[in-house]
DNA sequence: GTCGTTGCAAAGCGTTTGCAACTAT
DNA sequence: ATAGTTGCAAACGCTTTGCAACGAC
């Protein structure tokens, strides 16, 4: 339930933790995420892991990124598009999106933390903005637009 | 593309201002949401409707909230599950959502400025807070859990 | 009469499920 | 041998689409 496993080898000794197992299509799935910076939704992996491997059957990649998130190895987010599957161990990542072009930025830490302080301010709600993601309208289309 | 309309007239006022109709379908539609605080997904808004009015089907409702936020008159934003529209006129809203106990909050106009200036700062990306919800712990969950 | 609007029926898409066969351990 | 895992095929729920009929203006 914890483990923020960074490469296959972490990944196999957390299911071996948990009797868990590592199948040939597990391995390809692992595969498919750790090549992969930033996010992709469960129907992508899917497609990009049958690519790669025409036996994985698409059942199981939604299976697997399940228990890839049980196991902390996994968390996703909300964008415009749906939810979306990202390595945990890609740490804080809170998401910029610009709602005209569609161009993604992050946050980082500092800002996080700033963010957490003014609700925490009035509230006792802890927020996680890694969760879902922020939308607005970026630099380069406020100058451009309306 | 404007209008805030606070009531049905106001509606029938914007639709023909911008050669559209209304139809009892969409007069059904419209008092749904009108009588609707809070918000709701378009397949319940299309139930909702349904049970009221039998004839309408689902994708005049589906065809008749694109429309109405076309016109400002509803927006979306996005929770955990899935995308929910609520009128345009309720104002400000940013969702605070317990990830624990699923319970609901919101922030005020003064914290929602706050956030904003947080992230106007350091860059030059201007958020809506309203679009998608703040996923967190909410207080009574903090205290009972671990 | 015009043109926006509707119902219908079908299809699309992502996702979930039950179950028998399979296989990592 | 034991349980976890997979593929299959079907079903699911939400949403979209093309098109002919309808009806608000």
Do not use: K
């Not at 497609?47 to 890839?68: E, F, I």
């Not at 933390?113 to 996680?128: N, T």
Request: aromatic share 4%; hydrophobic share 40%; net charge negative.
């Amino acid at each position: 339930m914890t483990g923020s496993a960074a490469n296959g080898d972490d990944i196999l000794a957390l299911l071996r933790a948990n009797g868990l197992r590592m199948t040939p299509q597990r391995r390809a799935i692992v595969a498919e995420i750790m090549a992969t910076d930033g996010h992709i939704n469960p129907a992508d992996v899917a497609r990009r892991v049958r690519q790669r491997v025409p036996g994985v059957n698409a059942s199981t990649v939604y299976r697997t990124l399940d228990m890839l998130e049980d196991m902390g190895v996994l968390s996703h987010a909300h964008l415009e598009t749906g939810a979306e599957y990202h390595r945990s161990s890609e740490g804080l990542h809170v998401h910029l999106i610009c709602s005209r072009c569609g161009s993604e930025d992050a946050l980082d830490a500092a800002e996080i933390e700033q963010l957490r302080d003014v609700v925490a301010q009035r509230r006792r709600f802890r927020p996680d903005f890694t969760h879902f993601a922020i939308s607005g309208i970026c630099a380069a289309c406020a100058a451009s637009a309306n």
